[in-house]
Protein backbone atom coordinates (compact mmCIF):
# COMPACT_ATOMS: atom_id res chain seq x y z
CA UNK A 1 0.00 0.00 0.00
CA UNK A 2 1.29 3.54 -1.30
CA UNK A 3 2.00 5.98 2.04
CA UNK A 4 -1.62 7.16 3.06
CA UNK A 5 0.27 11.32 3.13
CA UNK A 6 -1.06 11.65 -0.46
CA UNK A 7 -0.61 14.48 -3.09
CA UNK A 8 0.24 17.90 -1.52
CA UNK A 9 2.01 20.44 -2.73
CA UNK A 10 5.83 19.60 -3.06
CA UNK A 11 6.54 21.16 0.40
CA UNK A 12 3.94 18.83 2.00
CA UNK A 13 0.40 21.62 1.15
CA UNK A 14 -2.16 21.27 -0.72
CA UNK A 15 -6.13 20.74 -0.46
CA UNK A 16 -8.71 20.52 -3.31
CA UNK A 17 -10.94 22.68 -4.39
CA UNK A 18 -10.77 25.83 -6.95
CA UNK A 19 -10.36 29.32 -5.65
CA UNK A 20 -13.19 31.02 -8.54
CA UNK A 21 -11.99 33.71 -10.76
CA UNK A 22 -13.48 37.36 -9.85
CA UNK A 23 -15.25 38.32 -6.97
CA UNK A 24 -18.17 35.23 -7.34
CA UNK A 25 -17.99 32.98 -4.80
CA UNK A 26 -16.06 34.64 -2.13
CA UNK A 27 -16.53 37.06 0.41
CA UNK A 28 -14.37 40.37 1.04
CA UNK A 29 -12.38 38.67 3.93
CA UNK A 30 -11.43 36.07 1.19
CA UNK A 31 -10.22 38.76 -1.41
CA UNK A 32 -8.23 40.38 1.18
CA UNK A 33 -6.82 37.11 2.30
CA UNK A 34 -5.91 36.40 -1.28
CA UNK A 35 -3.88 39.66 -1.55
CA UNK A 36 -1.88 39.50 1.00
CA UNK A 37 0.26 36.84 3.26
CA UNK A 38 -0.15 35.99 6.96
CA UNK A 39 2.07 34.70 9.42
CA UNK A 40 -0.99 31.99 10.19
CA UNK A 41 -4.36 31.09 9.92
CA UNK A 42 -6.86 29.22 11.45
CA UNK A 43 -8.39 26.36 9.97
CA UNK A 44 -11.55 29.06 9.59
CA UNK A 45 -9.76 31.83 8.13
CA UNK A 46 -8.19 29.27 5.54
CA UNK A 47 -11.49 27.28 4.77
CA UNK A 48 -13.22 30.62 3.61
CA UNK A 49 -9.79 31.34 1.21
CA UNK A 50 -10.07 28.12 -0.47
CA UNK A 51 -13.69 27.94 -0.51
CA UNK A 52 -13.84 24.36 1.29
CA UNK A 53 -15.14 23.47 4.78
CA UNK A 54 -13.73 23.54 7.48
CA UNK A 55 -13.51 19.74 8.64
CA UNK A 56 -12.20 19.61 5.00
CA UNK A 57 -8.94 21.64 6.24
CA UNK A 58 -8.85 20.11 9.20
CA UNK A 59 -8.75 16.78 7.84
CA UNK A 60 -5.66 17.91 5.40
CA UNK A 61 -3.79 19.35 8.38
CA UNK A 62 -4.16 16.28 10.42
CA UNK A 63 -3.01 14.11 6.77
CA UNK A 64 0.23 16.36 7.04
CA UNK A 65 -0.68 18.34 3.50
CA UNK A 66 -0.55 21.68 5.63
CA UNK A 67 1.57 22.73 8.43
CA UNK A 68 0.13 23.39 11.88
CA UNK A 69 0.20 23.15 15.29
CA UNK A 70 -1.99 24.09 18.43
CA UNK A 71 -1.54 27.55 20.89
CA UNK A 72 -1.09 26.74 24.42
CA UNK A 73 -4.99 27.24 24.43
CA UNK A 74 -5.86 24.51 22.17
CA UNK A 75 -6.64 26.47 19.40
CA UNK A 76 -5.59 24.95 15.82
CA UNK A 77 -3.34 27.52 13.63
CA UNK A 78 -2.04 26.98 10.45
CA UNK A 79 1.50 27.87 9.24
CA UNK A 80 1.23 30.92 6.73
CA UNK A 81 4.16 29.89 4.60
CA UNK A 82 2.60 26.55 4.11
CA UNK A 83 -0.87 28.41 2.95
CA UNK A 84 0.25 30.51 1.38
CA UNK A 85 2.13 27.97 -1.30
CA UNK A 86 -0.91 26.55 -1.59
CA UNK A 87 -2.99 29.84 -2.72
CA UNK A 88 -0.40 30.32 -4.63
CA UNK A 89 -0.34 26.83 -6.87
CA UNK A 90 -3.81 27.13 -7.09
CA UNK A 91 -4.30 30.41 -8.25
CA UNK A 92 -1.38 29.53 -10.50
CA UNK A 93 -3.28 26.40 -11.69
CA UNK A 94 -6.73 28.90 -11.35
CA UNK A 95 -7.89 31.17 -14.02
CA UNK A 96 -10.69 29.99 -16.67
CA UNK A 97 -11.14 26.90 -16.83
CA UNK A 98 -10.75 25.34 -19.97
CA UNK A 99 -13.74 24.10 -22.24
CA UNK A 100 -13.20 20.48 -23.34
CA UNK A 101 -13.13 20.18 -26.89
CA UNK A 102 -16.14 20.28 -29.19
CA UNK A 103 -18.80 20.71 -25.94
CA UNK A 104 -17.82 17.40 -25.20
CA UNK A 105 -16.98 16.40 -21.38
CA UNK A 106 -13.80 14.25 -20.93
CA UNK A 107 -13.99 10.81 -19.05
CA UNK A 108 -11.53 9.98 -16.22
CA UNK A 109 -10.85 7.42 -14.02
CA UNK A 110 -8.96 7.64 -11.02
CA UNK A 111 -7.59 4.69 -9.51
CA UNK A 112 -6.13 5.17 -6.31
CA UNK A 113 -6.36 3.22 -2.53
CA UNK A 114 -6.08 6.82 -0.23
CA UNK A 115 -9.60 8.33 -0.40
CA UNK A 116 -7.99 11.38 0.28
CA UNK A 117 -5.93 11.33 -2.56
CA UNK A 118 -9.38 10.42 -4.88
CA UNK A 119 -11.06 13.14 -3.42
CA UNK A 120 -8.02 15.15 -4.09
CA UNK A 121 -7.45 14.47 -8.08
CA UNK A 122 -10.89 14.55 -8.37
CA UNK A 123 -10.63 18.62 -7.89
CA UNK A 124 -7.63 19.20 -9.57
CA UNK A 125 -9.46 17.30 -12.52
CA UNK A 126 -12.60 19.30 -12.31
CA UNK A 127 -10.14 22.30 -11.98
CA UNK A 128 -9.53 21.76 -15.69
CA UNK A 129 -12.17 20.07 -16.71
CA UNK A 130 -15.29 21.23 -15.02
CA UNK A 131 -17.77 18.66 -16.57
CA UNK A 132 -15.75 15.67 -16.48
CA UNK A 133 -17.45 12.81 -15.84
CA UNK A 134 -15.45 11.09 -13.27
CA UNK A 135 -15.28 7.74 -11.98
CA UNK A 136 -13.12 6.54 -9.11
CA UNK A 137 -11.73 3.32 -7.83
CA UNK A 138 -9.81 2.06 -5.42
CA UNK A 139 -7.45 -0.34 -6.55
CA UNK A 140 -6.47 -2.21 -9.45
CA UNK A 141 -9.22 -5.07 -9.35
CA UNK A 142 -11.96 -2.14 -9.59
CA UNK A 143 -9.97 -0.05 -12.25
CA UNK A 144 -10.14 -3.30 -14.39
CA UNK A 145 -13.54 -3.52 -13.58
CA UNK A 146 -14.09 0.10 -14.67
CA UNK A 147 -12.30 -0.26 -17.90
CA UNK A 148 -14.14 -3.14 -19.10
CA UNK A 149 -17.29 -1.14 -18.37
CA UNK A 150 -16.05 2.05 -20.55
CA UNK A 151 -12.63 3.16 -21.91
CA UNK A 152 -11.55 6.78 -20.42
CA UNK A 153 -10.34 9.32 -22.15
CA UNK A 154 -7.76 10.43 -19.02
CA UNK A 155 -6.81 7.60 -16.87
CA UNK A 156 -4.92 8.45 -13.44
CA UNK A 157 -3.23 5.59 -10.93
CA UNK A 158 -1.75 4.95 -8.10
CA UNK A 159 1.11 2.20 -8.77
CA UNK A 160 1.33 0.55 -4.98
CA UNK A 161 -2.29 -0.89 -4.01
CA UNK A 162 -3.43 -3.79 -2.74
CA UNK A 163 -5.06 -6.60 -4.55
CA UNK A 164 -4.08 -5.26 -8.07
CA UNK A 165 -1.77 -2.73 -8.33
CA UNK A 166 -1.34 0.11 -10.92
CA UNK A 167 1.72 -1.75 -12.90
CA UNK A 168 -0.56 -4.96 -13.63
CA UNK A 169 -3.68 -2.48 -14.60
CA UNK A 170 -1.53 -0.33 -16.60
CA UNK A 171 -0.14 -3.82 -18.48
CA UNK A 172 -3.58 -4.68 -18.80
CA UNK A 173 -4.36 -1.46 -20.74
CA UNK A 174 -1.44 -1.48 -22.87
CA UNK A 175 -2.56 -4.56 -24.27
CA UNK A 176 -6.30 -3.09 -25.25
CA UNK A 177 -6.96 -1.87 -28.81
CA UNK A 178 -8.93 1.33 -27.10
CA UNK A 179 -6.69 3.10 -24.54
CA UNK A 180 -7.38 6.62 -22.70
CA UNK A 181 -5.54 9.37 -24.57
CA UNK A 182 -4.02 10.11 -21.65
CA UNK A 183 -2.29 7.79 -18.68
CA UNK A 184 -0.90 9.68 -15.64
CA UNK A 185 1.15 7.23 -13.44
CA UNK A 186 1.71 8.35 -9.45
CA UNK A 187 3.94 7.04 -6.44
CA UNK A 188 6.04 7.64 -3.90
CA UNK A 189 8.27 4.57 -5.61
CA UNK A 190 11.77 6.33 -6.72
CA UNK A 191 12.27 5.81 -10.27
CA UNK A 192 14.89 2.98 -10.20
CA UNK A 193 12.50 0.89 -8.12
CA UNK A 194 9.83 1.36 -10.87
CA UNK A 195 12.07 -0.26 -13.14
CA UNK A 196 13.10 -3.08 -11.22
CA UNK A 197 9.66 -3.65 -10.96
CA UNK A 198 9.23 -3.73 -14.49
CA UNK A 199 8.48 -0.17 -15.41
CA UNK A 200 6.32 2.32 -17.21
CA UNK A 201 5.12 2.37 -21.09
CA UNK A 202 7.02 5.23 -22.63
CA UNK A 203 2.95 6.53 -23.61
CA UNK A 204 2.57 6.78 -19.65
CA UNK A 205 3.43 10.02 -17.99
CA UNK A 206 4.71 9.93 -14.44
CA UNK A 207 4.52 12.79 -11.89
CA UNK A 208 6.46 11.54 -8.47
CA UNK A 209 4.33 11.94 -5.12
CA UNK A 210 3.77 14.39 -3.45
CA UNK A 211 2.20 15.58 -6.54
CA UNK A 212 2.87 19.06 -8.19
CA UNK A 213 -0.62 20.29 -8.66
CA UNK A 214 0.79 22.83 -11.58
CA UNK A 215 2.27 20.13 -12.94
CA UNK A 216 -0.82 17.42 -12.91
CA UNK A 217 -2.53 20.17 -14.13
CA UNK A 218 -0.36 21.17 -17.13
CA UNK A 219 -0.73 17.47 -18.48
CA UNK A 220 -4.30 17.61 -18.33
CA UNK A 221 -4.47 21.25 -20.22
CA UNK A 222 -1.57 19.75 -22.77
CA UNK A 223 -4.08 17.11 -23.17
CA UNK A 224 -6.67 19.43 -24.02
CA UNK A 225 -4.60 21.76 -26.50
CA UNK A 226 -3.50 18.55 -28.32
CA UNK A 227 -6.64 17.57 -29.14
Known amino acids: MDRSVELGIMDGSFRCGRIQSGSAGRSAAADQHMGASKSSYSPRQLAQVL ?15 LKAWKTPSGHRKIDGASAQALIDAMRAGGGEPAAASGGSS ?26 AAVTKARNGFEGLQALGRVTPDILVTDIVMPHIDGLEML ?20 PDELERRGGLDPDVAFLPKPLDPAAFLALLRERQTAR
Not at 171 to 190: E, K, M, N
Open 51 to 65: GVSVQSVQRWVDAGR
Open 171 to 190: RYVATQADRPGLVIATSFLQ
Open 106 to 131: PRVLIVDDDPAALELIEMLVEEAFPH
